[in-house]
């Protein structure tokens, strides 16, 4: 029988021993796409991926090997966005939803629930009712946001402080527009928020672990960080957010939605990249006794 909706909100993979107050999470790698929602989009199943970030629950999985747990999403980016306020309902695609002040992310249809998939392809015909939005929210977003925050609750009470990572890709032409003539041309983008969302010293860490295994690192441009950043980024009660975007050329075919050739090497690179990092959330004391 088709399934009316996908599998699980979420899939936490647990290391076998917790050293590290680092904590892992893919908000958009969820591709459990349930028979209902792909009868009722106008795209095909290919198109309809085009926003996911595809494999990068894959590139990140050594996390637990190093003490950390690893939050994915089970349900994909197109049917309900984890990295978006619960507010950021779309007046455009659902019924009663009444306008408000102007919000770029709603304004392109790239709300709690996408009316759009990448390059502004619209996903549904019609509209669809505030109730099959609310229990989206209620069945798939809230599970996910009230598992992550246990995370990094945990994190705080055996560490003293919390580090989430929060893992994405980004087109590759998606940095076209800031590339100045004769700079590298980006390959990561660190966001946090201008600071804000994140100590300084951690993020130098995480941009010397990628700058060390031979990548070209830009800040906060294009991207500095969405919801999942700025509602859980805060220093002051040393709970950091750093959100990592990754060149999608770097370990696939774009177009095809595939790993390329580069895939296991670069996953092999990442790896190192994804060790620094957790030895990063092993030094909290240090930074405790600094202050």
Known sequence: MPRSAPRAAYEIVH????VTSVVFASPHSG?????????????????????????????????????APFLKAGAPRAFIDMNRSAEELDPALIEGVRGGGHNPRIASGLGIIPRVVANGR????????????????????RPYHTALQKLLDESH?????????????MPHEAVDGVVRAGKPRPEIV?????????????????????????????????FAGAYTT?????????????????DRSLYMNE??????????AFRSLLRGVIARIAEIGMRGEQRLAAE
């Open 157 to 169: 009470a055996r560490f003293g402080e919390a580090i989430l990572i929060d893992c994405h890709s």
């Open 255 to 264: 177009r095809l939605i595939k790993p390329n050739a580069d895939f296991n």
């Open 230 to 246: 700025s509602h859980y980024g805060r220093p002051s009660r040393r709970q950091h957010a750093v959100q990592i975007e990754i």
């Open 15 to 18: 290391p076998d021993k917790r």
């Open 31 to 67: 591709r459990d796409y349930p028979h209902s929602f792909l009868s009722r989009t106008i795209l095909d199943q290919h198109t309809i991926r085009s926003s996911e970030d595809a494999f990068v629950d894959r590139l990140f999985d050594s996390s637990t090997r190093f003490g």
């Open 122 to 141: 619209i996903i549904y015909s019609g509209k669809m009712s505030l109730a099959e939005a609310q229990a989206r929210i209620s069945d798939y977003y």
């Open 190 to 222: 660190l966001g946090d928020r201008f600071g804000a969302a994140a100590d300084g010293e951690i993020v130098d860490q995480i941009e010397t672990a990628f700058l060390d295994a031979g990548l070209k690192v830009a800040r906060n441009s294009p």
